[in-house]
């Protein structure tokens, strides 16, 4: 439970700081709305507001960064170049404005005081739980956005969530449907299963030369090799400049002095913990009982302090640390929920501490070790320091170079040797690349296309410099190419033979098994058919079926048992399907319909918060500029 609280309380930490990144507001003076500044591109409008260009290039800037972060950098920067992937992004920001229309017409308004409150409260602004103007005035400078930009930005925010949480709270599922579902969910059914396989028919099928040789003439292209370029490029980015850049030691230590407080490794603490639930809905004879058996644990553990990992393991309900013996790690501050926290930092090293009520219940806390407030030493970080200041240099560096670059790489576009010298680089070679299918860099298309047109491979030129990603230009020419041919009959000839000849078994496979369901369906005994153990299956436990089978079995009307059903075989072939038994599920406890209950209104909630999203769609003038889908060049 406390491993579930510690991650309550770091997602909502990350839900607000991205609440911060990515909705912006002020805090001094409530400011009507000011539209896009005078020249601001305007990407789409919505009703009678827009959309601006600077926005939309937000947007996509952070879903690339939600990609890096996903994929750990191992991604394509060009990716956010596709028309579909930006539509997607433009879309979003669409069904927002849609969404404050929709909040609007149903009268939900943001007050002043209340959009102040909002402000005043957000612990990210705040030191020892009182708003300090400073820390949000940092932010602020930081977002590089006006103060009458974020205030707006934050009051539909606010309206949009009022009026999500009212739909979230119109879903309605009636307890029948509940149990009805339930009920479906969780019956599971006694099967057993028999693959007829396309290797039990391969004997009977005769291929003729003549058939290899239509199917090669009818599917050239499944044979064609594509066009191939073995190329010479360099890499103009700021990784790679980054060592060539010299840091004076005086440097380092300036900036480990202004910014030592990012070095600092605040106290924590380790505690373990035996918890007894008592919910603040908790009847008042249930927290009595929890109270006085969380009691009972403390004086059990302070007579014999040795027996407290024992204990925990015994009867602490927290699922998560009970089978550790309550041991909870190392946290800091802010990690734990606020009772807890508070007990366990006031403590000393060694003490055993009372029942402490948090809204989890009873917690009988042991803190078991103390890690003091700790600075790293310049020493330490002298390398991180050097390394930030490297690349702060060479990203000056790069936007020197990058025009050079690109002109000596056109200017002398017979050799990269001048591109490579202006920018002190290393001239690199590549493997074969098949045109559409390339390994970093030549994964960007634009790139792709440059390095496959005429001008490289006929005139031998250097490509353009292209960006395949934020402050990366690579620059190529053709060392050799090959044209695209297809490969000879004699060279595919067996593999033609075994695909037609496992294609044409799988047919005779799928005729053999649907006659041998037909006669089963009919009340006959299939011989042939060795029906292995029955083996207990359900859509939750699927026993190691494919979905296919999986959903053939559990749709089966199981009235009259033995039931069969048939499916094709994923691998080929075909598999018949037997159902023996149904096992209905149990009756579910209350808790359990209630958590169904809860996700079914959330779905129904969800459909009606899609339907009032077409409904504003419906009523409102959208439109979007034309070439708003295409990259905008940096000028």
């Known amino acids: 439970m406390l491993e579930t609280i510690r991650t309550m309380t770091r997602t909502w930490v990350a839900k607000v700081i991205l609440a911060l990144i990515t909705i912006p507001f002020a805090l ?14 305007t990407v789409a409008t919505v009703g009678k507001e827009k959309i601006p260009s600077q926005e939309f290039n937000e947007a996509v800037r952070r879903q690339l960064d939600q990609f890096k972060t996903q994929f750990c950098n191992n991604i394509d920067a060009s990716i956010m ?3 579909e992937m930006r539509k997607s992004i433009l879309d979003q920001l669409i069904d927002q404005r849609l969404f404050t229309v929709a909040a609007q017409s149903a009268g939900v308004k943001v007050t002043d005081a209340g959009l102040r409150d909002r402000i005043a409260n957000e612990p990210t602004f705040q030191e020892n739980g009182a708003f300090t103007p400073a820390r949000y005035e940092t932010f602020l400078k930081a977002s590089g956005q006006t103060a009458q930009m974020f205030e707006n930005q934050l009051r539909k925010d606010m309206e949009r969530s009022q009026f999500a949480n009212s739909i979230g709270n119109t879903g309605f599922t009636a307890k029948s449907s509940v149990n009805a579902f339930l009920m479906a969910a969780e019956q599971s059914r006694e099967v057993a299963m028999v693959n007829i396989t396309p290797d039990q028919f391969t004997a009977q099928v005769k291929i003729t030369p003549e058939q290899v040789k239509a199917y090669y003439d ?37 900036f480990y002095e202004v910014n030592s407080a990012t070095y ?51 009867h ?40 402490v009520l948090s809204d989890f219940g009873y917690h009988v806390i042991l803190v078991t070790d103390i890690r003091p407030e700790s600075g790293k030493s310049l020493a330490d970080v002298t390398p991180e320091i050097e390394g930030q200041l490297k690349k702060q240099r060479a990203q000056a560096k790069f936007a020197e170079l990058a025009e050079k670059f690109t002109n000596a790489a056109f200017e002398q576009s017979s050799s990269l040797k001048a591109a490579a010298e202006v920018a002190g680089l290393t001239i690199k070679q590549g493997p074969w690349i098949s045109k559409g299918q390339g390994l970093p860099p030549f994964n960007n298309p634009k790139l792709m296309q440059a390095l496959f047109s005429d001008e490289v491979i006929k005139s031998k030129r250097n490509s353009e410099a292209v960006e395949v990603a934020a402050n990366t230009l690579v620059v190529a020419r053709a060392l050799e190419s090959k044209p695209s041919s297809v490969r000879p009959f004699a060279e595919v000839e067996k593999s033609i033979n075994a695909k037609l000849t496992r294609d044409e078994a799988g047919k005779l496979a799928k005729k053999d098994g649907e006659a041998k369901l037909a006669q089963l369906k009919a009340g006959k005994t299939v011989a042939e058919l060795k029906w292995p153990a029955l083996l207990a299956v359900s859509r939750s436990n699927p026993g190691g079926l494919p979905p296919p089978v999986l959903d053939a079995a559990m749709k089966l009307d199981a009235k009259t048992l033995p039931a069969y059903s048939g499916s094709d075989n994923p691998g080929g072939g075909y598999t018949i399907v037997q159902v023996a038994k149904v096992i209905d599920a149990s009756p579910a406890d209350q808790a359990k319909l209630n958590t169904v209950k809860t996700r079914l209104n959330q779905a129904v909630s969800q459909q009606e918060f899609l339907s009032l999203l077409a409904v504003a769609r419906a009523k409102t003038d959208v439109s979007i500029a034309k070439d708003a889908l295409e990259k905008k060049t940096d000028k």
């Open 264 to 314: 600092v490794v605040k106290e924590q603490r380790k505690a373990s913990h035996i918890l007894i639930n008592a919910a603040p809905t908790a009847s008042d004879a249930d927290k009595k009982a929890a109270k006085a058996k969380a009691d009972d644990l403390y004086q059990q553990a302070k007579a014999n302090p040795k027996i407290f990992a024992e204990l925990a393991k015994k």
């Open 81 to 83: 170049d596709n028309p």
């Open 218 to 254: 009818a599917n050239t292209k499944e044979f064609t090799v594509p066009e191939q370029v073995k190329p010479e490029y360099i890499e103009l980015s700021i990784d790679a400049l980054a060592p060539a850049m010299q840091v004076p030691a005086e440097e380092v230590k300036k």
């Open 316 to 355: 602490s309900q927290d699922p998560g640390s009970g089978a550790q013996g309550g041991d909870l790690g190392f946290f800091g501050r802010g990690a734990m929920v606020k009772p807890f926290d508070e007990a366990v930092f006031a403590a000393k090293k060694g003490d055993l501490l009372p029942p």
């Open 28 to 41: 001094w003076g409530i400011e009507s709305y000011v539209q896009a500044p005078a020249g601001l591109d």
